[in-house]
């Protein structure tokens, strides 16, 4: 599933469950076209888009690009590419979203990948979780380290169990149907998988660059 | 960001940095980093001073006999509050300080001084109280300070997520961190000075029932105009105290999250925002005509300079604090300089008060200013509680500035609210989190961060503490039982699942197909993506409101202009062969004026300069002479491009004489162009050309299988003088047309040009396949193909066959 880059506020922020005038809003600082319209800063508008056509059970994956008013520097790019992940059905619970974050960690990285999850805090997840691996760098020891600063673990992903408050926002029955999402950027696992100190260089298309990967 | 000795203080037992980073980032956030601070004073000694006497060839300095552990060293020094008896921090010879000085043993007015007795901005502990730091503690000399005096810290820098304001004070990192140390906190005592706890505190102060708007509190009228800017607003009055520096430990204290001491009152309020999570503010009474303070809405006309000099006007959307004249704060965000404490204070009005947050937030925005105070009142603290911030307070400034309080807090709050309550059913904490919980288990995990459960019916009643607004539905309970269990400790065992009803979005497929054909297509395609924001490519290009710069104001129209920067960025590199492509959305204007959204269609474009191919050991040892890629290089990938995104168009000659179309057969506008490029080239650089089409995303048509052909084809090979102005293309039109369906397949093998040939005219070699389904051509009917072919072509094209 796929959806517009530019988006309403609905889409992006308040079908989300995001609240009005909230300081959540703030780490999400947008590009806008005039009126409420924006650039989308993620790619979950694609959730309420899904929930508004298809009935569950709904599977999906969403690649796009996002947009956040972050100038250029190592880590942070103007626009950027996420993967979104989707699961709503009767049924679903915490134990499968472990279960299926854990899998795709450890078929991304290797089979023995050490994974945690962590509270997090996202408005349209409850319980709200992130995803660290152990670093890829130090194998986890963590002393010394300056991929992980010493802590022996790398961020992944943020994720959760889909809030109630976005299935009642799409007529869907919350007591029903459960689900969970995930949003990951390929940019910085890559950075992460493939030791890239700049996030900038995936964007000066170097040919130099271009074959390493090719 | 929290000290690691406040939370010691809270706890009751020491605690390590990295340790209490581990139990946050598990429990409830993520920790940003751990910074020891202090860590500099490591060379500094407790040292007691035996004797002092006048120094012989100054008025100024004394001499002292020091003991500081090993031996007795004269000390020269020149604080005027030194004396015997007394302890202090000692810098020995050879200690190096904050700031680097290394302490040498020197002559000072001829007499040897043996190292340095410090006053507490030598140490970096803040100003100077009248000398070298006095300290009271037991620790025999020869100690280390930092042993001695409990400052060595740790800032621990919490990642605190919007909806948490609880974890923005030491209170509550202290009651997450319990948990898992199964300890308790406790709000440590406030000593009056030095860095010993001491004894005899002040009575708490009760707390008034709470009234209805407005009130008089010693002397002082208290009106709440506005309830709903300031639903709660509680104030004391304290006269007669002494504003002055803070004592040590309090200093300390705030220094330890970055702030800086000002005044025992104001770095009190301080302590308490930090402690606690109440943003306090004190003002001076001398300064509030009436004296009264209004609480109201701002009118348009109302201005205030705020603490950092600046006059701001205000809006009705904004509260304010007024005297009985004009505004002196903007509420919850920034006071004035006008009413501010200073030296000369002696009675003073305290605040505490809940301002709704979405109020505060558009305040801070509209002013564009913030304050510690603006966002943890726009994050939302903790309403029900104020009574017990302002007690601390009070007796904080009791115990360091003195003064009286001689009637209670006023609280003012017209519309008392009670603790909200929320139901959890233990069925729907297993339908969520897969595992069944305990009920016994779920009450005790809530109750460890301060939520009370009691059973009623078949669910749990839960009620929800002042200091956790973001719990408000059933759903963020059972995420603190997550948590607090640990997310470790549910399994992640894989288990069925049903496929979903969402098909592939066909985009995606198409994107796909097109990246695939053109990475295999041989040519060494690289894909590149470039920025969609970039300066307008064209008059119609969609601007963006808020741009970071100029050259990246638009959203683009097009993605050569982009992938054309890329190059030039390779060529500033020095590379000279790029070969790039790029699959990605461009922005139009949208056809619906009832919308500002853009429309968007995905295109693909490729550019290429340079060599036509990597350099080979079996091409010539002379790599100079490696073709470039020309105009053909190009209408391959064009063709190519097309072919895959645009299956409904044909490529066309462009009528400019330059480059090609890609046409609709159905008509309509073309999907794409293929041209040379003008660009920013250094002199050594190939010819640069481009392509961009636009993507027209349908499924893929599935191939229809064609028989194998049983019969043998007949191949014959045409070499034609073409005139000028004469299109390859033209010419095959015209024997495809005339040579019908016999002709399988028509290939170019040759282009010449040169003598041998009229001037203006190039030689073209194609070779042509004929094949019958159903029998084996003969010579014969080649032949008469061919002749009409001829014929055809001759007399619409003036192309001829080529004599040997």
Known sequence: ?214 | MVSRRWLEALLGRPLEGRDIADRLARQVAPVDGVVPIHQDLRDVLIARVLDVKQHPNADRLSLCQVDAGNGVVEVVCGAPNVQAGKTYPFAPVGATLPGGLKLERRKIRGIESNGMLCSAKELGLGVDQGGILELSTEAPPGTPFLDAIPIADEQIIIDVSANRPDLLCHKGVARELAVSLGATVKLPELPATGYRLSGAHPRKPDSRKPIADSAVVDGVEVRLEDPEGAPRYMTAVIRGVTVGPSPAWLATRLQSVGQRPINNIVDATNYILFEINQPMHAFDLAKLRGPAVVVRRAKPSDTIVTLDGVERKLTSEMTVICDAERPTIVAGVMGSAESEVTDATTDIVLEAAYFQPTRIRRTRRALGISSESSYRFERGIDMLSLPDAMARAIELIRAIAGGELREPPLDLWPEPQRPRSIFLREARVSQLLGVTVPRKEIEQLLSAVGFVAAPKDDRLAVQIPGWRPDVTREVDLIEEVARLRGYDSFPDELRPYRPGTVPDAPSELTLRRIRDALVRSGGGLLEARTLPLGPADSPDAIPVLNPLSADESHLRSRLLPGLIRRVEHNWSQGQRDVRLFEVGTVFNRPSDRQTVRPSEALHVAVVLTGARHPQHWSDSTEAAKLPDMDIWDLKHHFELAVGVAAPSCDVQAAASGSGWVAVERSGGEPAGTALPLEADAPRWAGPLYGLEVRIAVQPRELPRYEPLPTQPPVVRDLSLVVPGGVSAAQVEAVLRREAGSLLERLDVLDEYRGPGLPPGTRGVTWRCTFRAADRTLIEKETNTILERVLKAAEATLDVRRRQA
């Open chain 1, 1 to 214: 599933m796929v959806g517009p880059e530019a988006e309403t506020e609905q889409y992006n922020f308040y079908a989300l469950n995001f609240p009005k005038d909230h300081p959540a809003l703030d780490a999400q600082d947008s590009f806008y076209l005039g009126g409420d319209v924006l650039m989308r800063t993620h790619t979950s508008p694609v959730q309420i888009r899904t929930l508004e056509h298809y009935p569950p059970p709904i599977r999906i994956v969403v690649p796009g690009r996002c947009y956040r008013r972050d100038p250029f520097d190592a880590s942070h790019s103007p626009v950027f590419e996420q993967i979104e992940g989707f699961a709503i059905d009767e049924g679903i619970t915490f134990v499968d979203f472990k279960a299926t974050l854990a899998t795709f960690a450890r078929r991304i990285f290797t089979p023995t990948t050490n994974v945690r999850f962590r509270p997090s805090f996202f408005p349209f997840t409850e319980p709200s979780a992130e995803m660290d691996v152990q670093c890829q760098i130090c194998g986890g020891g963590g002393s010394g380290c300056a991929a992980c600063k010493g802590t022996g673990w790398m961020e992944i992903l943020g994720s959760g169990m889909v809030h109630p408050a976005v299935l009642e926002n799409c007529n869907l029955d919350s007591e029903k149907y459960t689900g969970f999402a995930w949003g990951m950027g390929p940019e910085r696992i890559a950075m992460l998988r493939y030791g890239i100190p700049d996030i900038r260089l995936f964007f000066d298309s170097d040919v130099r660059f271009l074959e390493q990967f090719s």
